[in-house]
Every structure is written in structure tokens, then in C-alpha cells.
């Protein structure tokens, strides 16, 4: 069954610090997510990315985050200048189209 | 904009037949979906109705009135490893992005 690979698994990083938090998504699919869940909430729509540019970002993707495709495998998210209402799990997905996501395990990112 | 319920917990015994409800509003529909998640772990895709009726997989069902808005998760023969969030989301636009309801923690107790 292909995967979402997701590293690393857990982040601690200090407040004001540039996190990185990278993706391989399954490699036929078209379209890549960011997705976060704050501890105990719903999983919150971060970006969509297609064709090697954002194709949506909702208004929590603020100029202290952008996404990557550095090359034909890696998708990555940076968060610059962390803070602590940061502190999620982050879920990278990927989909050939609307017949259903496959999600990595996540990123648990702490802010301290 | 787009809003989705759900129950917040639903508590079933192992073997039972247990339905999760999903209202939602939204500007546009390109469709309903459910997600499984367990605790700590990666929502895991259960289903997909694009149109009105019931789609089966297994022991899961899923159906989709969109007069209503309106769909529902069936969970026949309960099992003890069925106990997780079980989220309904709504396709959000032509970039596919999910919009994910706030979940229903199901206890499935023996």
C-alpha cells in the first residue's frame, strides 16, 4: 500500500526558531495538503498545492508559512519565527483528485 | 463559507449497529467524506458519496442526501478497534481541499 512519509515525527523547537517539516507524498498523486490539528480539535485545511504552486491557503497560512516542492519527490512546509500557539500536529496528504486523501502520520511540532 | 456537525461522542457496545450524523453547509458540494482517526494517529479515508444514496463498504456505510445536506456513517458489528474519531468533510472547491467537522468520538465498549 503506498504511504505519505512524514519527518520527523516530533519537533521541539524554541519559540522565534524556523522549523522545517518535510513530506514524500505517493508518487502518482497530483495534489499535495498541509493540513494541522491542534490537540483535542478538528484537523484544519492549511494549503493545497497542484501543478508546482499553492492552489489555495486558507487565512491561518499566513507570510509565516510556505511550501516547497524542491524536487520531483519532497514537499515541505517552513513555519518562520515559531510560536507557541504553533504547537500541533501537522499532516501532509496527497490525493489523485476527490476520490479520497491519504494522510502521512503527522508531525507533532512543540513550541517552547 | 462551509460548517459541518456532528455529535460530539457516540457509546456503543461491541457487535451493535451505531449511525454518525453529519449536517453540513456549503457554497458549493463537490461531495462527502468520512475519516477514521485513532488516537494520535493520521485520519485514515473511509468513504466518499458524490451522490444521493448509500455507498458499502464492508462493515461501513455511507449515505448522502443532498436536498438535506445531509449524510450519516453506519458502523455495523462493532468492534473494540472501531473506538476513534470518525470526521465528516466537505470538498471545498475545484482545488479539492477538505474541510474536516469537528469530529464524534466513538467508545465502543465490550
Known amino acids: 500500500e503506498p504511504e505519505v512519509t512524514q519527518t520527523p515525527s516530533h519537533q521541539v523547537t524554541q519559540m522565534g526558531q524556523e522549523v522545517i517539516l518535510r513530506c514524500v507524498p505517493i508518487s502518482n498523486h497530483l495534489y499535495f495538503y498541509w493540513y494541522r490539528q491542534i490537540l483535542g480539535q478538528k484537523v484544519e485545511f492549511l494549503v493545497s498545492f497542484y501543478n508546482n504552486e499553492i492552489s489555495e ?3 491561518i497560512f499566513d507570510d509565516q508559512f510556505s511550501v516547497e516542492r524542491p524536487d520531483g519527490s519532497n514537499f515541505t512546509l517552513k513555519i518562520r519565527s515559531t510560536k507557541l500557539e504553533d504547537s500541533a500536529m501537522y499532516f501532509c496528504a496527497s490525493s489523485r483528485g476527490r476520490d479520497g486523501y491519504t494522510f502521512g502520520s503527522g508531525t507533532r511540532l512543540t513550541v517552547v | 463559507g462551509q460548517s459541518l456537525e456532528q455529535p460530539s461522542e457516540v457509546t456503543a457496545v461491541e457487535g451493535a449497529i451505531v449511525q454518525i450524523n453529519c449536517t453540513y453547509q456549503t457554497s458549493g ?4 467524506s468520512w475519516y477514521q ?4 494517529g493520521a485520519p485514515t479515508f473511509l468513504s466518499y458519496n458524490a451522490l444521493d444514496g448509500l455507498e458499502e463498504t464492508g462493515r461501513f456505510s455511507s449515505f448522502l442526501s443532498r436536498s438535506d445536506s445531509y449524510g450519516y456513517l453506519l458502523l455495523q458489528e462493532l468492534q473494540m478497534k472501531d473506538s476513534a474519531s470518525y470526521f465528516c468533510a466537505v470538498y471545498g472547491g475545484a482545488t479539492n ?9 466513538l467508545a465502543v465498549q465490550p
Open chain 1, 57 to 59: 491557503k486558507s487565512e
Open chain 2, 29 to 32: 458540494f463537490y461531495g462527502l
Open chain 2, 97 to 105: 481541499k477538505l474541510i474536516f467537522g469537528t469530529g464524534t468520538l
Open chain 2, 37 to 40: 482517526q485513532h488516537d494520535g
